[in-house]
T-cell receptor
Framework: SQTIHQWPATLVQPVGSPLSLECTVE??????LYWYRQAAGRGLQLLFY??????ISSEVPQNLSASRPQDRQFILSSKKLLLSDSGFYLC??????????????FGPGTRLTVT | DAKTTQPNSMESNEEEPVHLPCNHS???????IHWYRQLPSQGPEYVIH???SNVNNRMASLAIAEDRKSSTLILHRATLRDAAVYYC???????????FGTGTRLQVFP
């Protein structure tokens, strides 16, 4: 069966510090991968998605970046965190035909607090 | 992207049916209707999706209006575990992205 892992589960970082969040998927190959952010009391915002190794699409301009160094690994990074980067970060993967994702599976999330 | 409109919140008693409405008057012919839910402090989970015909699965039923401008997610017997935010999302056939709105917060009372 497929499993998605995210770490760390919680993170407290000072403003201006770097960030690296990791997501890995097991039990599937060549998935579409997604990063979302949910600010406190808000809906989910799609940040990045990837259809293959090294292929990253950015949805929202910001000081975050994403990379996909391996088929089932997706990394979210920042060189300098802002207070507004606080939130619940979720990784997801998708099954189905490549051009249409009809069911996304979400990881447990990382709760990031920037102080 | 076509937009959806959902009530901010709804309430239900345990073991009663729940009908969660979603309006999508600008839906196009190739837009699929998805429903996800998000339990507190968890990531969203897929509930159901459909195109034109009503759909049933182990979690819920999806009733789609004949003109497809609205749909209703039906939980046949609400449980306390069904308390969550329910998102109605339109996804064009040729895209692999989900654009979440603000959803409906469902409260279930014992």
């Amino acid at each position: 069966s497929q499993t998605i892992h995210q770490w760390p589960a919680t993170l407290v970082q000072p403003v201006g510090s770097p960030l690296s969040l990791e997501c890995t998927v097991e039990g599937t190959s060549n998935p579409n991968l997604y990063w979302y952010r949910q600010a406190a009391g808000r809906g989910l915002q799609l940040l990045f998605y990837s259809v293959g190794i090294g292929q990253i699409s950015s949805e929202v301009p910001q000081n975050l970046s994403a990379s996909r160094p391996q088929d089932r690994q997706f990394i979210l990074s920042s060189k300098k965190l802002l207070l507004s980067d606080s939130g619940f970060y979720l990784c997801a993967w998708c099954t189905g035909r490549r051009e249409y994702c009809y069911e996304q599976y979400f990881g447990p999330g990382t709760r990031l607090t920037v102080t | 992207d076509a937009k959806t409109t959902q009530p901010n919140s709804m309430e239900s008693n345990e073991e009663e049916p729940v009908h969660l409405p979603c309006n999508h008057s600008t839906i196009s012919g190739t837009d699929y209707i998805h429903w996800y839910r998000q339990l507190p402090s968890q990531g969203p989970e897929y509930v159901i999706h459909g195109l034109t015909s009503n759909v049933n699965n182990r979690m819920a039923s999806l009733a789609i209006a004949e003109d497809r401008k609205s749909s209703t997610l039906i939980l046949h017997r609400a449980t306390l575990r069904d308390a969550a935010v329910y998102y109605c999302i339109l996804t064009p056939y040729n895209t692999d992205k989900l654009i979440f709105g603000t959803g409906t917060r469902l409260q279930v009372f014992p």
